[in-house]
């Protein structure tokens, strides 16, 4: 099966100017994270979605970062206006449905890796 | 809080030696335990995951990973490292209860010397 897509595999913006994110996750999964990764630390998750739903964004800067996933398949991440400290890995992850738990792991794709100047 | 322990952020060891990677959790209850290893430039891939029954866990690439309920460790270990091993590797916990998320540590970077 195709595994989660992401893109761009890279970006440079400066601060202050806003950049947006894509992840399209394995056909059928129900369950969408996006996940950052800073340089030498493990992912944190920032936001989960269950569908089209928003599931869990405790963990969202929601002043400059939004997410959604309109249709429940796709799913686009947004920062506005980025910081420095925003640079790191997004990763997007995708799992079969909620309900199951965690049971099936998640399946992550490979990353955008943002560097904010 | 709960929270995931690496103690180690650097390993070296020589290609053909044994490699145990630590993992320390503080939860509440038993969580899903998962080990994953990163490639520069790659996702995360899954190596193995418990969730309950027999504590030795057999993964992909010759991993495996043991339980220790009473000290709330998950340990991933290899008999003989190869040199493509060399990697990050995460351990991470989640609950079913706390809508899957999954908390990881920080992370332990894997060299190995020819």
């Known amino acids: 099966e195709a595994g989660v897509a992401q893109s761009p595999r890279y970006k440079i913006i400066e601060k202050r100017q806003s950049v947006a994110f894509w992840c399209n996750p394995i056909s059928g999964h129900a369950t969408l994270y996006w996940y950052q990764q800073i340089l030498g630390q493990g992912p944190k998750l920032l936001i989960q979605?269950?569908?089209?739903?928003?599931?869990?964004d405790s963990q969202l800067p929601k002043d400059r970062f939004s997410a959604e996933r309109l249709k429940g398949v796709d799913s686009t991440l947004k920062i506005q206006p980025a910081k420095l400290e925003d640079s790191a890995v997004y990763l997007c992850?995708?799992?079969?449905?909620?309900?199951?738990?965690?049971?099936?792991?998640?399946?992550f794709g490979s990353g955008t890796r943002l560097t904010v100047v | 809080a709960q929270s995931v322990t690496q103690p180690d952020i650097h390993i070296t060891v020589s290609e053909g030696a044994s490699l145990e990677l630590r993992c320390n959790y503080s939860y509440g209850a038993t969580p899903y335990l998962f080990w994953y290893v990163q490639s520069p430039g790659q996702g995360l891939q899954l190596l193995l995951k418990y969730f309950s029954g027999d504590t030795l866990v057999q993964g992909i690439k010759g991993f495996e990973a043991e339980f220790k309920r009473s000290q709330s460790s998950f340990n991933l270990r290899k008999p003989s490292v190869h040199w493509s091993d060399a990697a990050e590797y995460f351990c991470a916990v989640g609950l079913n209860n706390a809508g899957n998320m999954l908390t990881f540590g920080g992370g332990t970077r894997l060299m190995v010397k020819p």
């Open positions: 979605f269950q569908n089209n739903g928003v599931v869990d």
């Open positions: 992850a995708s799992s079969l449905r909620r309900e199951v738990g965690l049971n099936y792991g998640y399946t």
